[in-house]
């Protein structure tokens, strides 16, 4: 079973190589972005919604143009693991999640999923085996129309040089950087 234009096993490398270990949200991720890519109408240009920070957005920059670099895509943090691909003028996509029910008769991936188990305790080899076998089976799509805030073209503004730091920075911010209002995360 190919993900995307990749068999199972180039994907896996491609994961190795960017994220740093063939994680199994990278592995269903990349299942989850070739389905909502097979829901989406092909020549559509369109962004991205992930609804969680972990594994999942990486699965998205590397298997579509949307970055959160080139702001296509947009990670906002609903501890859900689900992601939206959508048309970027109009809002209308396909939202693809893990769904609870379908992982019942894989019961490694519910403990990976539900974290029933520690990582430790994890088999992880049981895991992938479970996660190639099932593929895209263990997730659901719908159909959504994205909220108009989402389809707002996002800019910095005006940008003037900080008072204190003299960095640039986006004027809508206030008097001040961010980063000198207390908002940097360094000491």
Not at 149 to 159: A, D, M, P, V, Y
Request: hydrophobic fraction near 35%; include cysteine; charge should be neutral.
């Amino acid at each position: 079973m190919n993900i995307c234009n990749y068999t199972l096993e180039e994907y896996i490398a491609i994961v190795k190589s960017f994220h740093g270990s063939a994680a199994p949200g990278m592995v269903i991720g990349g299942y989850m972005v070739d389905l909502a890519l097979k829901n989406t109408p092909e020549g559509e240009f369109f962004d991205a919604v992930c609804e969680t920070s972990n594994c999942l957005p990486d699965a998205i920059q590397l298997l579509t143009p949307c970055t959160t670099g080139n702001g296509w895509l947009q990670v906002i943090n609903l501890g859900r693991f689900a992601l939206t691909l959508y048309e970027k003028y109009q809002g209308k996509g396909i939202r693809v999640f893990i769904d609870s029910a379908k992982i019942e008769t894989w019961p490694e991936i519910k403990n990976w999923y539900f974290k029933l188990k520690s990582k430790k305790d994890q088999d992880s080899q049981l895991l992938f085996e479970q996660i190639k076998e099932a593929g895209p089976g263990i997730c659901s799509f719908q159909s959504v129309t994205v909220r108009s805030q989402f389809l707002e073209k996002r800019s910095k503004g005006n940008i003037a040089i900080c008072p204190l730091c003299k960095e640039a920075y986006p004027v809508k911010d206030g008097d001040m950087c961010l980063g000198c209002r207390g908002d940097a995360p360094y000491l």
